[in-house]
């Protein structure tokens, strides 16, 4: 017998039935597919010329290569700890930071190591110089960013930055760093002087260029937002709201729309080409942090649950 007192339910002898809560219903497409990778899974790079997507393991010591045409782990490059950032440097070649003082160049063609510098400082993410020759390396912990060459390692020159800078982008001729401690976005030369500063507060983060190369996409954590800015300009062009703990930013060009990681909501949402909440919302994993979509499909970094979902990329 089971009684209702108060709109308890009690087991008989008046023990108390465990309430019953429903968790929250999440509303948006559910991932066709969550591959497991290394630990703590960051940011992601398009390998588009062997069909592959590499997985940079921040909490781990390799990259993993995932094969999209079966979306499995194809291959695991062992790398120095806490690969960061990924940065472009031809069809087959991509250059890797990592956490534990080290910059890498990756030979896609072999998925070898190609090269492997020791730094002397924590590495954060990183920018190419047009020819390929050098790369700029943020120093978080020295509130700085490092020109290496990418022949031998050498440092070629450095310059100071705000506190705790974080992402970096080469606009043109103008790099863009996130300054996480400051809550500024600072805006400089290549020859590292700085010619304009943006104070939105919070906590820039994540940098990258936009499509076309005119703009940075910068995300703020703190400000759940993501800022776009005109580097030449020395502006801010328009701002996506309302992302709780904005992560990683990708550009759709065919239709034009942004996706937007909500690490706090563990969703990827859709903006359209003026920066309106617009379109579908991806169910992720746990702390999703790195974005990348291709024509077809949308992959998602899961740093709180060492996977990548992907996702049929849906038209808005």
């Known amino acids: 017998m089971v009684w209702w007192i108060l709109g308890c339910t009690l087991r008989p002898g008046g023990v ?3 309430e019953v809560v429903d968790a929250p219903v999440r509303e948006g497409r559910q991932a066709e597919r969550v591959i497991a990778v290394g630990k703590g899974p960051d940011a992601l790079f398009h390998d588009a010329a062997r069909a592959r997507v590499l997985v940079a393991n921040v909490e781990d010591s390799h990259v993993s290569v995932i094969a999209t045409s079966t979306r499995s782990v194809a ?3 062992p790398i120095a700890k806490g690969p ?3 940065v472009s440097l031809s069809s087959d070649r991509v250059a890797v930071t990592s956490w534990e003082r080290a910059l890498s160049i990756i030979d896609l063609s072999t998925d070898t190591v190609e090269k492997a510098f020791s730094l002397p400082f924590n590495a954060g993410g990183l920018a190419v110089s047009a020819d390929g020759g050098s790369a700029w390396v943020v120093s978080p912990t020295e509130d700085a960013v490092v020109s290496i060459s990418l022949t031998d390692g050498a440092e070629i020159s450095r310059f100071n930055t705000g506190k705790g800078p974080d ?3 080469r606009i043109a001729d103008r790099l863009v ?3 996480t401690k400051d809550g500024t976005i600072g805006i400089y030369d290549l020859d590292g002087n700085r010619v304009g500063l943006l104070s939105p507060g919070g ?3 994540l940098v990258h260029p936009s499509h076309d190369g005119r703009f940075a996409l910068v995300s703020n954590f703190d400000l759940g937002r993501v800022h776009i800015v005109d580097p030449a300009a020395g502006s801010m062009v328009r701002e996506l709201v309302d992302v ?4 990683d930013t990708w550009e759709r060009v065919d239709p034009a729309r942004y996706l937007v990681a909500s690490f706090q909501t563990e969703r990827v949402l859709t903006f359209d080409a003026d920066g309106v909440r617009k379109g579908p919302v991806y169910l992720t994993g746990a702390k999703p942090i790195g974005v990348l979509a291709t024509s077809t499909e949308l992959w998602v970094s899961n740093y709180g649950d060492n996977s990548v979902s992907v996702f049929e990329l849906a038209s808005p």
């Open 167 to 169: 992402g970096i982008a």
């Open 75 to 77: 291959a695991s490059i």
């Open 203 to 205: 906590k820039p983060e």
């Open 16 to 18: 108390p039935e465990p």
């Open 84 to 86: 960061w950032g990924f």
């Open 177 to 179: 760093v996130g300054h």
């Open 244 to 247: 709780e703990g904005a992560e």
